[in-house]
Antibody, heavy 117, light 107 residues
């Protein structure tokens, strides 16, 4: 049973960079798409983007100018960087596995990131 | 972006009731639709993919149907453990987009 675990700072200052890592265990990281999805408190889900294990990426145009994703297959983890954050970026951030390029069949537990000075 | 809408936004039903949620896409998405269940404080869980296929391990009281722009998600017999928010998600076009969710609770 694959397990995903998000890690990173829970508090980020405005204008700084949010950095999160998702570690994959119990299964292979290879040959899958891996996505980041976020959810502000009490609101819906927003897809941030995805990375394939080859390193190919797709980002949500609404965030594209500020997002970078990377993958390290040797460490079985992938990462998200979101620059120039504001309070609007405060949310629970989830990582998720996408086996076919279109559905999220395994999720991390989520990590709350608060943007505040 | 493809916009997804859901109705109702919330509902309350009795145990054993049949519950139906609808999801509408802003353009034809064929059957490129998934349904997720999110319990409070938890990550979403995939229930239905390709509009009508039950994810492995998901109880058969959950079902989905539809194509084009109009989709339906049904719980045949509502159970207490089904209290959650349900989201549809399209994958016809990037960016993937989700509906706003339907909150289901027990009357």
């Amino acid at each position: 049973q694959v397990r995903l675990q998000e890690s990173g700072p829970g508090l980020v200052k405005p204008s700084e960079t949010l950095s999160l890592t998702c570690t994959v265990s119990g299964g292979s990281i290879s040959s899958y798409y891996w996505s980041w999805i976020r959810q502000p408190a009490g609101k819906g889900l927003e897809w941030i983007g995805r990375i394939y294990t080859s390193g190919s990426t797709n980002y949500n145009p609404s965030l594209k100018s500020r997002v970078t994703m990377s993958v390290d297959t040797s460490k079985s983890h992938f990462s998200l960087k979101l620059t120039s954050v504001t309070a609007a970026d405060t949310a629970v951030y989830y990582c998720a596995r996408d086996p076919g390029g279109y559905r999220f069949d395994s999720w991390g537990q989520g990590t709350l990131v608060t943007v505040s000075s | 972006d493809i916009q997804m809408t859901q109705s109702p936004s919330s509902l309350s039903a009795s145990v054993g009731d049949r519950v139906t949620i609808t999801c509408q896409a802003s353009q034809d998405i064929s059957n490129y639709l998934n349904w997720y269940q999110q319990k409070p404080g938890k990550a979403p869980k995939l229930l239905i993919y390709d509009a009508s296929n039950l994810q492995t391990g998901v109880p058969s009281r959950f079902s989905g149907s539809g194509s084009g722009t109009d989709f339906t998600f049904t719980i045949i017999s509502l159970q207490p453990e089904d209290v959650a928010t349900y989201y549809c998600q399209q994958y016809d076009n990037l960016p993937f987009t989700f509906g706003p969710g339907t909150k289901v609770d027990i009357k």
